[in-house]
């Protein structure tokens, strides 16, 4: 779905008949679809890919958390919470929107009293509403007083501002396709230091509401929506997420979040080839000849790339977010960073064709158009362990933020 905000910004396609959604040693090595998922521990969140909670998610990976009050036992549990390791922070639909969350969670105020709000910029489209606190319970671990974006189409009145990048606004369940977002990238805060600043360096995330207006507002980086696994008192410097391997396509599959790595016997690296991320955030992929910033997204429901020749490539008529080859193609490319590189084939198959069996919602063969970028989504995650480091945690690799497989 996502890929995120200030830092990022991915994309995620649904069926047609829906809205679309719009410093490690080096090593080589070819990627392999041998993995393990691990089941128990006080670190393990099961997820589950299937059509979500509005029935019309492809390759959509889900799972549920429990938020309460600040320091209460006041508290909801949300399901078909959308795993994101493409966005940094908790984000939940709000009932106005069709959503689950009807549970009411102190709202942040400026120094002046007003509330503050986040427009939550997305490719494929921007969350609008308020910024609260919450403690959130994910198997296991807890995070407390945590800020937290209510996706709410019902408050004050969307800034214009907020509206101008031209994409949709993503705020009911039928556009979202899910109850929330779990944003579990390698970053701590949604924006950065850049929301901190005033003025035009404020690349304008977060405002500040009155009764009938919303202004751009700074936002310290404590006050910004937070990685929850960053705010975890224990297993706080990545996620392993964890998926079996898919032979074509299946109704649902079911695999694990493990929090933390190297921090517990089931969440340790192994022989995981180590990919830092650039100041940008990304890391490299050649395809084809062409080499591509790139990145790791369990947010996005398909490998999207630009397949510059279009050789056996062509863009769906019905599904116009995704590729329609004559018959599936084999693929490869290879992700490089420093002196680490690893090959990966993938298979591509045509959107129109996989959809047409509308019993199944899990594609290992997915793939649509993305000019500028190489987003590994989810299709990649199938048969791997897959960890994302969070940034200036200490990891058995070094700090973060890096991806490993």
Not at 70 to 83: A, D, G, K, R, Y
Not at 200 to 212: A, D, E, I, V
Not at 332 to 360: E, I, K, P, Q
């Amino acid at each position: 779905m996502t890929r995120s905000l200030y830092r990022f910004s991915c994309l995620a396609v649904m069926f047609a008949s829906a809205a679309i959604c719009g410093g490690c040693g080096g090593s080589s090595h070819t990627s392999t679809t041998a993995n393990t998922v691990t089941t128990s521990g006080s670190n393990v969140q099961p997820i589950t890919v299937n059509s979500g909670p509005a029935g019309n998610y492809a390759n959509g990976v889900f799972t549920s958390i429990t938020v309460c009050v600040p320091s209460s036992s006041t508290c909801q549990t949300i399901n078909s919470v959308l795993v994101d390791t493409g966005s940094y922070g908790l984000r939940l639909l709000s009932s106005a929107g069709g959503g689950a969350l009807t549970l009411s969670l102190p709202q942040q105020k400026s120094a002046s009293g007003d509330a503050i709000a986040e427009c939550a910029a997305f490719v494929s489209g921007y969350t609008w509403g308020p910024v609260v606190s919450a403690d959130i319970t994910i198997s296991g671990e807890h995070a407390s007083n945590v800020p937290v974006q209510v996706i709410d189409p019902s408050f004050n009145s969307v800034p214009a501002s907020c509206q101008n990048g031209g994409i949709p606004e993503n705020d009911t369940l039928q556009s979202l396709g899910a109850n929330g977002i779990l944003g579990i990238g390698p970053y701590v805060q949604d924006c950065g230091g850049a929301c901190e600043q005033s003025g035009t360096q404020n690349p304008g995330l977060y405002y500040s509401c009155s009764s009938s207006t919303c202004q751009v507002t700074a936002e310290t980086l404590a006050q910004q929506v937070q990685n929850p696994v960053a705010t975890f008192a224990k297993d706080n410097n990545g996620v392993v997420v964890e998926l079996p391997s898919v032979s074509g396509s299946s109704p649902t599959l079911s695999g694990s979040i493990v929090f933390g790595i190297g921090t517990e016997s089931n969440n340790g690296l192994g022989s995981a080839a180590i990919f830092p991320l650039s100041s940008s955030g990304e890391f490299q992929t050649t395809y084809k000849g062409q080499s591509y910033p790139a990145f790791v997204d369990s947010g996005s429901n398909a490998i999207f790339f630009l397949d510059e020749t279009l050789t056996g490539m062509m863009v769906c008529s019905d599904n116009a977010g995704f590729y329609c080859p004559a018959s599936q193609t084999s693929e490869s490319a290879t992700t490089t960073s420093g002196a680490t590189s690893s090959t990966v084939s993938f298979n591509v198959m045509s959107a129109d064709m996989l959809f047409s069996n509308r019993l199944d919602y899990v594609f290992s063969s997915l793939a649509g158009p993305n000019p500028g970028s190489f987003d590994w989504g989810l299709p990649f995650f199938f048969g791997r362990n897959v960890y994302t480091a969070i940034e200036s945690r200490s990891t058995p690799a070094g700090a973060g933020p890096y991806w490993a497989y």
